[in-house]
């Protein structure tokens, strides 16, 4: 499938992309009404989620949780925790779950994760991992492994929304360099499903 990416002249994201790093929350702030809107009701890769999710499912952290979409996928877990590095995320993923979930919610990068060892059963990362600068992976990745036992992710197999904000990487080897063993690819329609331990 060619790639599907689309540059829209921005002038406020260029700005802020001129330091990535230090802007990324601001990044993702500035989005948050455009392409990740769309994405509001979106479930087609819910159920392969769900089954690669363990049950009974214990602890689970959704790391990039964005508008808390994926909450339906894990309502009946134990603990749910999802993290965002981007404030205005977390307070629209507020305002997007049910008022009676009782979810977390945390504003924080996966470069630094605020959780002790082990904290987890699952962390759960939906289109998030191509969103961190090659340079953050490694670290980020083994802020997962520290955290949580199980790790799922799902990411896009091209850049398909705007190259200046979509990093490529090979999973199967950053996953392996972070000391992951991938048990499960499960490929999907735009993106592959790995399920890591
Ligand atoms: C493409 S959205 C996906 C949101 C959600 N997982 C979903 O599938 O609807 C990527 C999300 O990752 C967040 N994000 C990007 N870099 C991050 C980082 N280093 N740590 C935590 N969250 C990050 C963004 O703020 C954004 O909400």
């Keep these: 499938m060619p790639a599907r990416s689309s540059v829209v002249a921005d002038p406020t994201l260029d700005a802020l992309l001129s330091d990535y790093e230090a802007n990324l929350a601001p990044v993702w702030d500035h989005r948050a009404d455009g392409i990740f809107a769309r994405w509001r009701g979106e479930t087609g890769d819910f159920a392969a989620i769900a089954a690669a999710l363990p049950s009974p499912l214990g602890a689970i952290v959704d790391l990039g949780v964005g508008y808390a979409r994926t909450w339906p996928i894990y309502a009946h877990a134990r603990r749910a925790v999802g993290v965002d590095v981007s404030t205005r995320m977390i307070t629209l993923a507020r305002a997007n779950l049910p ?26 990362a939906v289109r998030t991992l191509n969103h961190v600068p090659s340079a953050s992976l490694a670290g980020a990745l083994r802020e997962v492994r520290r955290i949580a036992r199980i790790f799922v992710a799902v990411e896009a197999r091209e850049v ?34 790995y399920v890591a331990e």
């Design 99 to 124: 008022s009676d979930a009782s979810m977390e919610l945390v504003v924080a990068s996966m470069e630094s994760l605020p959780f002790s060892d082990g904290t987890f059963d699952v962390a759960l």
């Design 160 to 193: 398909r929304v705007d190259p200046r904000l979509e990093f490529p990487h090979d999973y199967p080897s950053a996953l392996a360099d972070a000391g992951f063993r991938v048990r499960e690819r499960v490929s999907l329609e735009d993106a592959d499903l």
